[in-house]
């Protein structure tokens, strides 16, 4: 069954240091997602991507967070500044179109550590 | 503002036995909704959906009940297995202007006892 991958599972860095998060969509997916979950907390939506730009950003998503489809499978989120808050799950989603279902289709996520 | 939530953070049931996982929804106009199941380390995974203009879908093993008169989503998972122990979280799908984007509920753990 086609999957999302992320990379890496787990990436420890310095409080200020930038960091870039990997994920591969489902290879015929147009829709592309980043979510975050913080340790114990509910998933919240970040990101939505189409047609090589933002569609939506909620207020999480703020001037230190940028996306990017540099090739056509790759799909990265970058965090030029990273705070202590910014620990968290992140999750990559894909979906071959709108309207839900079982198509939306979510990563195994990396876990981001800010020390 | 417009929230899904949940009635309990947790829910302990023996193997074998029926569960329900409750959620909330306060927008009216949301019509479309979405259970997922969370394993340790994983990501969401779906289960099952409903639109509002169904009050009752079945999966395998899996029923989503749909209240809309009380803003109310429940998710049945019979004859539970140790496999189904898990975080559930309700979701809303939001439109907007042909953007989407789910809404999650804060998640009920669900342990099943051997």
């Known amino acids: 069954e086609p999957e999302v991958t992320q990379t890496p599972s787990h990436q420890v860095t310095q409080m200020g240091q930038e960091v870039i998060l990997r994920c591969v969509p489902i290879?015929?997916?147009?829709?592309f997602y980043w979510y975050r979950q913080i340790l114990g907390q509910k998933v919240e939506f970040l990101v939505s991507?189409?047609?090589?730009?933002?569609?939506?950003k909620s207020e999480i998503f703020d001037d230190q967070f940028s996306v990017e489809r540099p090739d056509g499978s790759n799909f990265t989120l970058k965090i030029r500044s990273t705070k202590l808050e910014d620990s968290a799950m992140y999750f990559c989603?894909?979906?071959?179109?709108?309207?839900?279902?079982?198509?939306?289709?979510f990563g195994s996520g990396t876990r981001l550590t800010v020390v | 503002g417009e929230s899904v939530g949940l009635h309990l953070p947790t829910l302990s049931v023996q193997e074998g036995d029926n569960s329900i996982i409750n959620c909330a929804y306060s927008n009216s106009a949301s019509d479309y909704f979405i259970w997922y199941k969370q394993e340790s380390g994983k990501g969401p995974q779906f289960i099952i959906d409903i639109r509002s203009n169904m009050d009752k879908r079945q999966g395998q093993r899996v029923t989503v009940l749909l209240n809309k008169t009380v803003k109310h989503l429940s998710l049945q998972i019979a004859a539970t297995q140790p496999g189904d122990s898990a975080v559930y979280f309700c979701?809303?799908?939001?439109?907007?202007?042909?953007?989407?984007?789910?809404?999650f509920g804060t998640g009920t753990r669900l342990t099943i006892i051997p």
């Open positions: 989603a894909s979906s071959v179109s709108t309207g839900g279902g079982s198509g939306y289709t």
């Open positions: 290879s015929n997916h147009l829709y």
């Open positions: 991507f189409y047609n090589n730009e933002i569609s939506e």
């Open positions: 979701a809303e799908l939001i439109s907007n202007f042909g953007n989407e984007k789910l809404t």
